[in-house]
């Protein structure tokens, strides 16, 4: 069974930056597409960034985030990163990561992580 764990959240000011981690055990990392999602108080939960599998040569971002937040996997490591720049208080959110059987997350994805709160002070 496949497990997902985030950390790397935390308090930092607008305009700062956080670098996310999730590390996957009992599975073959490199056989999973790899994606971010977030849910902000009293919103629904949305997608944020997705990278596809083996090598990760596919990345694809919510258009808010673009530009400022960089998705990258490390095989060897078993874990996806997703780099902030530029926090803004918009981004504050329960962060979470996510894998999915298929090559670029198409078909959904189906283990997800605890979370890792992020807030953005203005």
């Known amino acids: 069974q496949v497990t997902l764990a985030e950390s790397g959240g935390g308090l930092v000011q607008a305009g700062g930056s956080l670098r996310l981690s999730c590390v996957l055990s009992?599975?073959?990392?490199?056989?999973?597409?790899m994606g971010w999602f977030r849910q902000a108080p009293g919103k629904e939960r949305e997608f944020v960034a997705r990278?596809?599998?083996?090598?990760?040569?596919?990345?694809y971002y919510k258009d808010s985030v673009k530009g400022r937040f960089t998705i990258s996997r490390d095989n060897a490591k078993n874990t996806v990163y997703l780099l902030m720049n530029n926090l803004k208080p918009e981004d504050t959110a329960v962060y979470y990561c996510?894998?999915?059987?298929?090559?670029?997350?198409?078909?959904?994805?189906?283990?997800w992580g605890q979370g890792t709160q992020v807030t953005v002070s203005s």
């Open positions: 996510a894998a999915s059987s298929s090559t670029f997350g198409q078909s959904g994805f189906n283990s």
């Open positions: 009992g599975g073959t990392f490199s056989r999973y597409a």
């Open positions: 990278i596809s599998w083996s090598g990760g040569s596919s990345t």
